[in-house]
């Protein structure tokens, strides 16, 4: 089976800085999909950022020049470097993939289980 763990998340100031970490595991064939969404208090979970073979998108406007999305050596990881934090982006920051289990499965979606980022003004 795959799963994804994420850390990372706390309590920091505005403007500083967080990395989030997201580890994939288990029997992967191929991760065609990795990213970052976050959902705020009362609102809806939105794309932060994701990274393809194509390349790596901030899919968000509020956080391009600020967030900088990357992937691992082997591949099988995915951070989120979020500098210059505001109070706006406080939210539950969830890891995401579409991943090709190592079998003969279907192409599958992954979640992970959230981490807390709060930042205070």
């Known amino acids: 089976q795959v799963q994804l763990v994420e850390s990372g998340g706390g309590l920091v100031q505005a403007g500083g800085s967080l990395r989030l970490s997201c580890a994939a595991a288990?029997?992967?064939?191929?991760?065609?999909?990795m990213g970052w969404y976050r959902q705020a208090p009362g609102k809806q979970r939105e794309l932060v950022a994701h990274s393809t073979d194509s390349g790596t998108t901030n899919d968000a406007d509020s956080v391009k020049g600020r967030f900088t999305i990357s992937r691992g050596n082997a591949g099988n990881t995915v951070y989120l470097q979020m500098n210059s934090l505001k109070p706006e982006d406080t939210a539950d920051y969830y890891c995401?993939?579409?991943?090709?289990?190592?079998?003969?499965?279907?192409?599958?979606?992954?979640w992970g289980q959230g981490t807390q980022v709060t930042v205070s003004s």
């Open positions: 288990g029997n992967i064939f191929r991760i065609n999909v």
């Open positions: 995401h993939a579409l991943i090709v289990p190592y079998s003969h499965s279907p192409l599958m979606t992954y």
